[in-house]
């Protein structure tokens, strides 16, 4: 062999060795990109699973939060409602003693008195007007309706009087307040109709919004 043919054979055998060690590093990067790809897709799937665990975490928080939030709003209401019904239960329970203090003190009024009973009646209508703040208070309002139409929602008719001076179904006379408290009727009043007069004409249909409006477009022209 030639010193030519010898060079020329040192460097196939030097072109063939870095060929082949490219190669097994081409080989080695190829695998442990392989091995980060498979990293990566699994650290995505956990992120993912995470991710929707975080989710659904955040959603159970939420419900319960509504629930909580719709608990307390309907104990509130349950708590108001109780109160509003003991307090209706009290009321109710002392308008009879309340209607036993008036006729007392209407008695007495009428009849003479010394200046000690005088000041004993006196006193008792105190306590009468100190009842009554505490039902106004709470909001309860006495239903006197002499002279109104009578409401057969808020009345209780007792009897008839015939007087054709006045509207037909006119409440006369009333023999015992009923009371109120909010919207709610807790006695109905005791009351006297009448019949015999005119009927008593409806109520006029309020005025429109409209109307100052064309008014004022009839005054600006």
Known sequence: MTEEEMVEAAIRAGEEAAANDFKLKYEQAQNELAEVRKKLAAAEETATTADAKV?????????????????????????????????????????????????????????????????????VEAVRAKMLDVFGHEGVEAIDPKGEAFNPLEHQAVGRVEDPEQYDETVNDVYQKGYRMADRVLRAAMVTVTYGGEKRPAPEPEASEEAPDAASDEAAE
């Open 55 to 123: 989710r659904e975490a955040q959603d159970r928080v939420a419900r319960l939060q509504a629930d909580w939030d719709n608990y307390r709003r309907r104990t509130a209401s349950e708590r108001l409602a109780e109160k509003g019904r003991a307090t209706e239960k009290l009321v109710t329970a002392l308008l009879p003693v309340l209607d036993d203090m008036e006729r007392a003190i209407d008695h007495a009024r009428m009849q003479e008195m010394d200046e000690a009973f005088s000041q004993f009646v006196d006193g």
